[in-house]
């Protein structure tokens, strides 16, 4: 480890992503983008790094794996089971680094209550459910946290800081020509508001067009596909590479009506470095990623989007651009994971916990209101994912 921590060239630093995806993902696969862009940053920084990943892992470094491809890509692969070995392959391996970050959820940090470890970084992506709060709870003397805004946190955890998701702004060309369309890109889910950002286009009398792939599959057949009609309404399905590039830059603005508060959106820096302004939610991260009124217009319901979408093309998209190139850039995210990790490394372990936190703790988690809004009428058997 070097001497000098404000200046870490040579850290060895493992940096764990997920194995849904390959690493950087073709297409859908937030967290392995994520992990790449961490990796990249701190390897261009001068930190010895290794990167936990799937086989089919493109990286310009040490790459581990555990399996030749991405379990997504193969189905005869089994999640439960590779994504264990995959996490125990890093902590067998543990003694070889000076910091370990994970990007895979919860099940990383429980390997570290068994042993010893490198100071353990684990940044939050986001709460799939309340109660896996109880996993952060019980690793919260083994691992340090980041969040990805300052929307998305629990009271009863402490963060070393909030870090931004960046991305490299010159992968995405910018098109200052106003588009002809709304988008929705993302996964097909109620909380990601696609029934709505459907409902906001017709009656504003505008065309959509639907990018992503399904995530609930009876979501998606019972009250979105009976509304695609490749005119008023196009499907897509999942765009990858020049296919994404070229949809985000062309058009109006991309439509991020969430029913949940979101945690970050990734989608919606990419869609601004194209020059492509929001229509988004007022609620959880949106408002810390989206300038409103600048960068794109934030509402709180439908109507209120409705009425906005006629000011969308007066958005200045150059502003758009600017405001991902100096504040989501991979150059910032990596500053302020470079300031978390210099913390994590004098502190060697996370402190005690407040009393407010241990107070917070104390809650049941799973009784806490959670923020779905205007989602319409579903069969009973259909459950929303908390």
Known sequence: MPDNLEDLRGLRLAVLAPIAWPVPPPGYGPWEQIAYNIASGMQKRGLDVTLYASGNSRFDGRLRSVVPVALNEDRALDGNVFDAIHIGKLFEEADRYDLIHNNFDWKPMTYALARETPPLLTTIHGFSQPQILAAYYACAHRSFFTSISDADRDPGLRYLGTTYNGIDAETFTFRADVGDYLLF????????????????????????KLAGIPHDERYFQELIAPQIDGDAVEFLGEVRGARRDEVLGGALALVHMTTRPERFGLTLIEAMACGTPVLGARMGSIPEVVVDANTGILCDDVEAAIAAVPRLAAIDRAVCRTHVKNNFSIERMVDRYLDAYRIALRERLPGTPSAAETAARAHDWWDRPMAFTDIPPRPSSLRFTQ
Do not use: D
Request: charged share 30%; glycine share 12%; net charge positive.
């Open 185 to 208: 890109l993302g996964r097909f889910h109620p909380e990601k508001g696609t029934h709505l950002a459907i409902e906001i286009a017709k009656r504003a009398g505008v065309r959509i």
